[in-house]
């Protein structure tokens, strides 16, 4: 890799860190005074699916291709159904507790990937896989009981939304090999479908809610803000994953979530005692050595990065 696009990379990674940290350090002001998780579901993915036409236009991406009946059942509808389940769920875990430790808990990403590889794909876990699996579930327990803002719901919600964006990563290697769709291309379908079910799901849930809402201006810029930095923080991480090895992704996708709960820790500043911030980072150390032993027993290639 040329002087260049050392340089290109390190900027791409920074504006990811960056984007990502204010994404969800907005989104957590943002449901504190407004929660309403579901509308901000539905911000955001309308927000990605609608800025990504004139983005994809103006880079000259293709169009999507037709896709046959059975793609469309078997692949893009549960992708775009996990994809909406995903984003619901991450919203409520921002809502219910503290940022630093809704993404220590979705760090066991890697816990329900390996178990739905084995379970779908029978792959068996190399011996350094299965020892930092170990390590994440340590991490992730002692975070857990030694929280301050501990809530069942939240950490239910953490944990779902970890496992349904492991079904995803699965999901999207096959849908971008069997229907050669550009990367970029297939997020903003995936948004767009996964509008179809949420939009019922809102007026049914919160509809009222958010009528009778106080609209403050902080609160709807709050929510601008948050729909178009989940766009950003998107489009700026499959710009990273374009451009490196997967190895070089998995360790700059464990520095960002650790940025992620740096930067919420400070700026949110809730209260994290000495054994609870020991559990995030034993949990995110145990994210940095899945990723090695994972790329080190057969390279894999991360196709949709949160």
């Known amino acids: 890799m040329s002087q260049s696009e050392v340089l290109v990379v390190g900027a791409l990674c920074a504006a990811w860190y960056a984007l990502s940290s204010a994404s969800n350090v907005v989104g957590k002001l943002l449901l504190t005074e407004l929660p309403l998780p579901v509308t901000v579901t539905v911000a955001q993915l309308a927000a990605t699916a609608a800025l ?17 009946r059975a793609t469309v059942l078997r692949v893009l509808l549960p992708l775009a159904a996990a994809k909406f389940l995903t984003t619901v769920c991450t919203q409520i875990s921002l809502w219910k507790v503290p940022v630093s430790y809704a993404h220590t808990v979705k760090a066991t990403t890697p816990l329900w990937t390996a178990l739905l590889a084995r379970v779908l794909l029978g792959e068996r876990l190399a011996r350094g896989v299965a020892g930092a699996l170990l390590l994440i579930a340590l991490g992730v327990g002692v975070a857990s009981l030694t929280e301050l803002q501990f809530d069942a719901l939240g950490l239910g919600a953490a944990l779902a939304a970890a496992a349904l964006l492991s079904l995803q990563h699965l999901g999207a290697k096959h849908a971008l090999r069997d229907a050669r769709v550009h990367h970029l291309r297939l997020l903003q379908l995936l948004s767009a479908l ?9 007026l049914s849930v919160e509809g009222g809610a958010a009528a009778r809402a106080p609209w403050t201006r902080r609160a709807a810029a709050l929510l601008a803000a948050d729909g178009v930095l989940a766009w950003l923080q998107a489009v700026a991480a499959f710009s990273v994953l374009s451009r490196i090895s997967p190895l070089g992704y998995a360790v ?7 940025c992620v709960v740096a930067a919420s820790l400070l700026l949110l500043r809730n209260p994290a005692p000495p054994l609870n911030l020991a559990g995030m980072a034993l949990a995110l150390l145990g994210v940095l050595v899945y990723n090695r032993a994972r790329v080190a027993a057969r390279p894999p290639r991360p196709l949709l990065p949160v």
């Open 52 to 68: 990504s036409v004139p983005a994809l236009a103006a880079c000259g991406v293709r169009r999507a291709p037709s896709f046959p």
């Open 194 to 202: 996964a509008l179809l079910p949420l939009l019922p799901l809102w």
């Open 252 to 258: 700059a996708s464990a520095a960002k979530r650790a």
